[in-house]
């Protein structure tokens, strides 16, 4: 799924949507172990008894957990300036949780390209809007504005 953007070609892919990554469960397991991890184990998260008598009717994972995936999903997503030597993670300008990841529930991110610059000499700026769907869920998970700075 790369898509390289041709320095003379920018203006052209602002609004450019990516196809949608692979689908990825969401597991009792990774939610546990994000939870140990970040020492966040609240009971809707660690809990299937508790959690069942919420109005989830189970265990969910952190939002954290699915903002944090979103690195791995950048990996399939592949959307950079032609020659891109190295790119590094930028920050966030917003972030949404729409909609709860129940467990074992699967998982995909879009991207849409809503701005790039030049912010110096052969260093790029990228940002997307990302989009966490839930399979089966009209809701996604979460949207997000995510940056990228890329070096040619």
């Known amino acids: 799924m790369t898509t390289l953007i041709p320095r003379d070609q920018i203006q052209a892919f602002i609004g450019f949507e990516s196809e949608a990554t692979d689908w990825l469960k969401i597991d009792q ?53 032609e020659g891109v030597q190295m790119g590094v993670n930028y920050g966030l300008d917003k972030v949404r949780f729409i909609n709860p990841v129940k467990v074992d529930s699967n998982v995909r991110v879009r991207a849409k390209v809503l701005d790039i610059q030049e912010k110096s000499p052969n260093q790029f700026q990228l940002k997307l809007e990302v989009t966490m769907e839930i399979e089966g869920q009209e809701k996604p998970a979460l949207i997000a504005e995510w940056l990228f700075m890329q070096f040619v």
């Open 29 to 81: 397991h990774r939610i546990d172990t994000f939870a140990e991890c970040t020492l966040d184990r609240q009971f809707i998260h660690v809990d299937p008894e508790a959690a069942k008598q919420t109005p989830f009717g189970g265990t969910i994972a952190h939002g954290f957990l699915t903002l944090s995936l979103l690195s791995y999903f950048a990996e399939q997503l592949q959307i950079g300036i």
